[in-house]
Each structure stands twice: as structure tokens, then as C-alpha cells.
């Protein structure tokens, strides 16, 4: 009787164990938009019976969020864009380490934390996109040739206060030092067609108007206007491609230093990074996948291959803050 009594509570304890594990919440704060991480959400817990919440807001919002909850926190990851500001949640304490040979495998090491605290789950290129009225792809090749007076009123940029430029020149930084990247920046603003835009869409419209030549932009920027208009008189140039190759970063995730659920986080971090969800979290933005053995959708894999540099991200963390010193010492605004 005790030996059937024994065995029967280990069964308890074991289906209890799996109903906890199948009834498992997961609360995720996300700067990445509804309509781009619901599609993910609904297929895992579609798949796991994981139910997952979240919450949508700035990244700066909600790094002060989990800081100021500390450990009341309900989050258990947390899912921001570009690597500048994955880094800063990392140096805030807010995320802690995961070990996963999964993730390793599945994502490039210039791709994220050298100390496993966040991970690329998407790679955006930061291009040149050019007048293909106006300007001949010969007259193009690297980011440092736009300080050449040739492109003296062509050259159309968002503002230095995005984070995108911010992290753009931390990697100029990182790979030419603040010397040489202060003179890459001033040329940049002597070339200026007009005042910086407050977004890359405005700098593509810009061009297309005649206003400037060439603007540096991320690439899904430019496949929103292709989609919506086909036939647009612009084209995507990879610059960079005989020297470090084409500036890329990251939307990516890290488990919360006070998630309840960690392990549960890691599983939804180990999926997100799989092909199952690799092109869903990628297409729905017009991004490239960070798992090497997942191609692009069509539409981007039609933009063309390109080199992509494999300077540690972490860098753009790291020289962001001599990046925004250096750009307002150059004058860019």
C-alpha cells in the first residue's frame, strides 16, 4: 500500500508539473510594435499553450519601467530595437544572462551580448538608397565617400537624435576611431541637400521630390514605399562591400533580471530564433533574418546580397555616447 501510495503522489506531482508548465504565463514589454509581434505570440502559444501578454511602448519608456519595478516586475523579457539600446538595458541591470546552445547556434556571435544578456532576433541593413534619376550606382561606394564634395547638396539624412545614426556612427567609431569618423560626419554635413529629417521616409520623399540625391536609411523604410508605390525612382546601393561591409543592427530580446518564468522566457527566446519563427518575426517588417540558415522573403531577398559588417553590435552600446558627442561637434543636428 505505501509503494502504490508513493508512486501515485509522484504521478500527482509529475502532471501537476506539466499543467504548470502548459499553463505558464508570459509577460512580455515590447518597443517593438502590436502588429509586428502579435502574429509571433499567437503562433507560440498557439503551439505551447504558453499564454503570452504584453506591453507596447518606447524603449526608453519601458527600460525606466522595469527599472524603477525592479524586482516586482511582472516582465519576463523584454523586446526592444537596435542594438544601442539592448546594450544599455544590459549595463542598466535589468537582463540577465541566458545559457543556450541553442541560441548560439542559431545566432551569429557579432549578433549578440557577449555576455548572453540580449539576442538579434531580426537584422535590418543601414544602406544607401539613391535617385536612380538623378545619380549612376558607379558614383557610389562607401558611407566615408559621401563627405566628398562631389555630393555637395545631393545627400538627404534623418536626424542625429534617432538612434539608428546614433548607432551608425558608434560603428564609424569602432572601425576608424573619433578622428577620422569627425571628418566623415563634417563632410556629411557640408553635403546636406537640406536641414536633417525627422525620418527616414521623409529623407526617401525628399529625393524622390528632387530634393538631394542620396539618403542613408534602413531598408524596410524603403520597402514600405516600394510596396505601397511600385516603380518609385529609387534603388538600394550596398555600400562598403571591398572594405567592412554594409552598416547592419538588430531587433532584438533579453530574458528580465527578475523574470518569474525564466526558464519559459528562454524557450520563447530559443523559438523566436528557430526557423519556425525566423521569417515571421523578419517578414513582417520587411527585415532579414539573424539565423544564417533562414533566407529573406522574396520581396527583400529581391533587394539584392550584400556584405554586412561583423563588428561586434556591442560597440554601438559601448561609443554611442562619443557618437552623440562627436555629431553635435561635427553639427549635425
Partial sequence: MKIILSALCAVMVTLTGLSQAFSEELVVYS???EHLIKPLFDAYEKKTGVTIKYITGKAPVLLERLKSEGAQTPADLLMTVDA??????????????VSSS???????????????RWFGLSRRARTLVYSTERVSPSELSSYENLADPAWKGRLAL??????????????????????????IIKGWVSNLAAPPFSSDTKALEAIIAGQGDVAVVNTYYFGRLQKKTPGLPLAIFWPNQSTGGVHVNV???????????PDAAKALLEWLSGPEAQNLFADANMEYPVNPSVKPHDFVAAWGEFKGSDLGLEK???????????MDRAGYK
Fill in 31 to 33: 518597443a517593438r510594435k
Fill in 84 to 97: 544601442g539600446n539592448l546594450w544599455h538595458a544590459a549595463r542598466e541591470g535589468v537582463l540577465q544572462p
Fill in 102 to 116: 541553442v541560441l548560439a547556434a542559431n545566432i551569429p556571435a557579432s549578433l549578440r551580448d557577449p555576455e548572453n
Fill in 158 to 183: 534623418r536626424t542625429s537624435k534617432k538612434v539608428y545614426n546614433q548607432s551608425l556612427v558608434a560603428m564609424l567609431i569602432a572601425e576608424h576611431g573619433e578622428t577620422k569618423t569627425e571628418a
Fill in 251 to 261: 531587433s532584438g530580446a533579453g530574458v528580465t533580471a527578475h523574470s518569474k518564468h
Fill in 316 to 326: 554601438a552600446g559601448e561609443l554611442q555616447s562619443d557618437a552623440i558627442r562627436l
